[in-house]
Structure formats: structure tokens, C-alpha cells
């Protein structure tokens, strides 16, 4: 059982080359990257800078090249493709742009499926997925297709799928993407009531609005971190206030 404040995901000196006949493509160079128990990070930074890349390798969908990465203290590249599989349905929640609903299952079933994968008895699976679904406003829709769904509420069908398995990261890729700004915001609202709640959440995203809800924004520049910036409190006010790099150079 992981303790507070405990590290769940340590990345030292991560590189991923993505290499065809005529080109090498130096997506990550060098990160370095701890992600604590209960922090909501933000990685941002312009399109092409390796965000999206870096969350498909700390949500084990993708190999670094080279570097060390582990994930709750253990090792990621001593684990076969079995082990991440399984790894990777217990311990983590993808919330995508797209929201990768499944058209012919029910908004339930949607929701029920990573459990489904866990061979998890009926009853308990109907028990998470009623409560998920209850988190995000959505238990009264659980009948419903994806179709009959407007995209902000896909999307929140896809935050329920993500967190029904009590995972112990939420990676969210452009969560707010495919949204209007009124959904868009209910999304962000949305994780931030479930940060709250205890989740730790590691978010891309290119929107500076949606960037300043995490306590913490990793800024990438060409494959390298660039800025690592925490949220500060003012001490006499209160108000949260945020620094933002002068510039985007390369480290």
C-alpha cells in the first residue's frame, strides 16, 4: 500500500527515438520526472514537444528507448507484456481526447469493461461502475449508447471507465480537446473535484486556462523539460498564483 507523499512514478534520464528508413526522431531527450501520491500535474508545451509521447511511456502503452522508469517503486522494463498489461489495467486510468468509446456497449458496459478484464465478480463490478458513474453525473445514462450522447458527456462516460478500477494515476491526453469551451470546463472541473477526492492526476494539455488547475506544470521544449513549476500560495492572501517561464528554449 502506497503511503502519502510516496513517489509512484520516478523517470531518470527517459529517451524515446522513433527511427524509419530516412529519419531519426528524437521525441523525449533526457527527462527526468517524479510524480508523487496525490499531485495534479499538468505537461504542457507546443504541439510536437513530446507530451503525448511521454504519457503513452508512463501509461506503459509505449517502450522508452533508453532510461530507467519505475512505476510504485518497480522496475518497467523488467516486466514482460503480460505483466504491463495487467499492470496497466490496475494501476492506471487514460482519459483520451477522443474518448474511445466502445459504439455497440451501453454507457455501462463501457464503464464495466476494465473490470470485466480483472475477472472481478458481477456484483462488485456493478457496484463500481453505479458509484463511478455517480461521480460523474452519469448513472442516469447508463442505458444510453455513446451515440445518444452529446461529446461532453462521452467524455465524461470516459472519466468514469478510467477511475472504476481505483487506479493509482489518472493520465488524462487532451481530455478537453474534442469539447466546447462549456464542456471543456465541466471536464477540468470534473478532475478537479476527483483530485480533490485523493486521485493523482498527470494531464497534457496546451491550454494555459486548463494548465492552471494543476497544483504543478512540467513544461516540454523539443523532447526536455524545460520548467518544473509548482503552484504557490500566497501566504498573507491566500490566492494561488502561478509563474510561467519567460521563455521556451531549449535545456
Do not use: W
Amino acid at each position: 500500500m502506497i503511503q502519502p507523499n510516496e513517489i509512484l512514478i520516478d523517470v531518470r534520464d527517459l529517451h524515446k527515438v522513433f527511427v524509419t528508413e530516412d529519419v531519426e526522431t528524437h521525441a523525449l531527450s533526457g527527462i527526468h520526472l517524479t510524480v508523487k501520491k496525490g499531485e495534479y500535474i499538468a505537461i504542457a508545451g507546443p504541439s510536437g514537444c513530446g507530451k503525448s509521447t511521454l504519457l503513452s511511456v508512463l501509461g506503459l502503452l509505449d517502450s522508452p528507448t533508453e532510461g530507467n522508469y519505475n512505476l510504485k517503486d518497480r522496475p518497467v522494463a523488467e516486466l514482460s507484456a503480460s505483466q504491463r498489461a495487467r499492470i496497466r489495467n490496475k494501476e492506471v486510468g487514460f482519459i483520451f481526447q477522443s474518448f474511445n468509446l466502445i459504439g455497440d456497449l451501453t454507457v455501462f458496459e463501457n464503464v464495466e469493461l476494465p473490470l470485466t478484464y480483472q475477472k472481478m465478480p458481477k456484483a462488485e463490478r456493478k457496484e463500481r461502475v453505479h458509484a463511478a458513474l455517480e461521480k460523474v453525473s452519469m448513472a442516469h445514462r447508463k442505458q444510453h449508447y455513446p451515440a445518444q450522447l452529446s461529446g461532453g458527456q462521452q467524455q465524461r462516460v470516459a472519466v468514469a471507465r478510467a477511475i472504476v478500477t481505483e487506479p493509482s494515476i489518472l493520465l488524462a491526453d487532451e481530455p478537453t480537446g474534442n469539447l466546447d469551451s462549456a464542456n471543456g470546463d465541466i471536464v477540468m472541473e470534473m478532475l478537479e473535484s476527483l483530485h480533490k477526492q485523493g486521485s493523482t492526476i498527470c494531464m497534457v494539455t496546451h491550454d494555459p486556462r486548463y494548465a492552471g488547475h494543476a497544483q504543478r506544470t512540467v513544461y516540454l521544449f523539443d523532447g526536455r523539460i524545460v520548467e518544473d513549476q509548482e503552484k504557490l500560495q500566497d501566504e498573507t492572501s491566500g490566492i494561488h498564483r502561478k509563474s510561467v517561464p519567460e521563455k521556451m528554449v531549449k535545456s
